[in-house]
């Protein structure tokens, strides 16, 4: 019989949500031409973990002194963490062997840092990415690159699940819904998870607002990869992509935390730092959106494994 915990948060991601068993570390990366971000929510005891999986990329000598990082607080006990990895340009032969070790060195550190967690502190790390198979062309990424980032992260993984993930958007004095399809893939020796979700709107929206209110607004377009905010804020628009993703991917942890937890028997997951304030309407009944008939998630698991 599964175990039934007791918390006022229940399947409503708040920022206050307790966090008296496991933490979860939650990433996300947005690839372009340029570089490579990742954006890191984590409760500050992980704060550690993040800053050497820095010096790990450091000691490899692909980052040089040109990347950006920085750290800061987000409630009581949680903080983000940015790391902007640049990539050399022209692409010229030379060049795009550089791109390539660079790429492989973030990703398998990234891969180790999910090792490390689960083996020293039981802490799943759970990764989003945008699917692009579709659309490199006009994100100028190159394809072979964008699988490698893929390969290396999806390879030895077994899908789970494809949920759906309502996120508000507030245009004109009125909410609208965009679904977001969110592809879950557990890593097999349990070290990550996957959240591949479509990157629709992505760099369109305010993932400050995201972050703050729990709905976001249009960003606007600017010039230099920058975008306004609906907060009047102007912010690199690869940062705000990245705050996106792993705003998302916070969601679909929730709508998985039961597996990861016990996948035997469907037990409840740790009440981990959850992804954001009290999202509207996001309950239990909002993560099955679009889809009357998903079971469990511990059932879906196992039909799909089977």
Known sequence: MARKTKNKNAGNPGQNASSNTNPVLICGIDQNKASIDLLFYLPRSLIDEVVNYVKEIRRTRVLGELYTIFTWPYGDNNAFIYLKVPLPEPLNKRYK???KVITSVVTTQL?????????????PLIIGIERLTKIHMERKIDFLRYRQIYNLLAKPTTHINTIKIPIPIEEDGKIKYIMYDIEIRKENHDYYYIAETNPRWTSSLCGLDLWLHGKTTPATKLTHRLVRCGIDEVIDRDFNAAMVIAYI???????IKRYIANPARGG??????S?????????????????NNVPDVAVRYTASAA
Do not use: D, F, Q, S
Request: charged residues 25%; positive net charge.
């Open 97 to 99: 062997r550089w791109r």
């Open 268 to 273: 409840e997951g740790p009440w981990a730092p």
């Open 249 to 255: 991917t916070g969601l679909a942890y929730l709508a």
């Open 111 to 123: 891969i180790k840092l999910g090792r490390r967690l689960r083996n020293t502190k039981n802490t």
């Open 275 to 291: 992804p954001g304030p009290t999202h509207p309407g996001l309950g239990r009944r909002m993560m099955k959106a679009g889809n």
